[in-house]
């Protein structure tokens, strides 16, 4: 198993003995795409697989935050923000800076 994912597994368990809910609902979206991932390749996943999920899920939110801010939906916009965070914590530290 992956550093990533021993490290969401951990901050599962942080999120639930907090009542964190935003950063529960985030965590559990990665692990069940990482769990998506992993039956598409039918097998482990990789650090750098692991990775370009997470690069993904990034990409994607940027998309969404651009779409709701030029509809002024700021509200989902400012959801979408901080759903970017929490992946981009788990993307390794070189890499948030050169996506966004």
């Known amino acids: ?51 370009s999920v997470l690069s993904t899920m990034a990409k994607q939110r940027r998309e969404s935050i651009e779409q709701f801010t030029s509809a002024g939906r700021n509200d989902l916009a400012e959801k979408e923000k901080k759903e970017l965070e929490v992946i981009q914590s788990y993307l390794p530290a070189h890499l948030p800076t050169l996506i966004w």
Do not use: F
Not at 16 to 27: C, F, M, N, P, Q
Not at 34 to 51: F, H, R, S, Y
């Open 1 to 51: 198993m992956n550093t990533i994912s021993h490290s969401l597994d951990a901050a599962l368990k942080e999120a639930l003995k907090a009542r964190d809910e935003l950063r529960l609902s985030v965590i559990r979206m990665i692990k069940a795409s990482l769990k998506n991932k992993e039956i598409e390749k039918m097998g482990t996943l990789a650090d750098d697989d692991v990775t």
